[in-house]
């Protein structure tokens, strides 16, 4: 067993199907704002560890 499934069924009691899509709406989310500040060229790695960390305490 990896880390990565140990932590996982640790946390959260096992890998299951609703915490896959999660996982997904949160990497769709990610990239969806990293492609709309690149567009306003609002792009700064600054703004964006302060808004992943607001993602990940809130």
């Known amino acids: 067993m990896d880390r990565g499934s140990g932590a996982a069924s640790y946390l959260f009691g096992g890998w299951s199907g609703v915490l896959g899509t999660l996982l997904v ?30 993602k990940v305490t809130a």
């Open 25 to 54: 709406f949160f990497i769709f989310d990610y990239l969806t704002g990293v492609a709309a500040a690149g567009y306003v060229g609002g792009l700064k790695s600054k703004i964006g560890l302060i808004g992943i960390a607001r």
